[in-house]
């Protein structure tokens, strides 16, 4: 074994000191504006939207269950249209909180927020 590598990092690497981000990198935070917490709403309500197709056609076809307010192939654009609308307002309204309180807690708690009210979503379908 060679005597540098067992004397430490310096002798190894002597410019590992100096290496840093570069300028251009911003070290703010990465959720500022109220439109992201709205995309990020949005998406999540899109994602749940097509879940819940799925979760109904599995319900519909697979178990072979009868419901009550069949909608047919129209469940395909208004389950994600639904989902993108309410999960937009959620994520508008956290976004209109975050410009009063930054902080990488309000990202997770919108997140928490998008999940919960997904989960909710899908499981209202199972009577």
């Given at each position: 074994?060679?005597?540098?590598?067992?004397?430490?990092?310096?002798?190894?690497?002597p410019n590992a000191n100096a290496a840093s981000a570069p300028?251009?990198?911003?070290?703010?935070?990465?959720?500022?504006?109220?439109g992201d917490f709205a995309r990020l709403g949005m998406l999540?309500?899109?994602?749940?939207?097509?879940?819940?197709?799925?979760?109904?056609?599995?319900?519909?076809?697979?178990?072979?269950?009868?419901?009550?307010?069949?909608?047919g192939i129209d469940l395909l654009w208004m389950l994600p249209?639904?989902?993108?609308?309410?999960?937009?307002?959620?994520?508008?309204?956290?976004?209109?909180?975050?410009?009063?309180?930054?902080?990488?807690?309000?990202?997770?708690?919108?997140?928490?927020?998008?999940?919960?009210?997904?989960?909710?979503?899908?499981?209202?379908?199972?009577?």
């Amino acid at each position: 074994m060679k005597r540098e590598a067992v004397n430490g990092l310096v002798e190894v690497e002597p410019n590992a000191n100096a290496a840093s981000a570069p300028l251009s990198v911003p070290p703010g935070h990465a959720w500022q504006a109220p439109g992201d917490f709205a995309r990020l709403g949005m998406l999540f309500g899109l994602l749940t939207g097509l879940a819940e197709f799925a979760v109904r056609c599995i319900i519909a076809y697979g178990l072979h269950q009868p419901s009550d307010h069949d909608f047919g192939i129209d469940l395909l654009w208004m389950l994600p249209f639904a989902n993108l609308v309410s999960f937009g307002i959620l994520g508008l309204i956290l976004g209109i909180v975050g410009m009063r309180w930054h902080g990488r807690l309000l990202t997770r708690i919108a997140l928490a927020a998008f999940v919960a009210a997904g989960v909710y979503a899908l499981l209202l379908h199972f009577r």
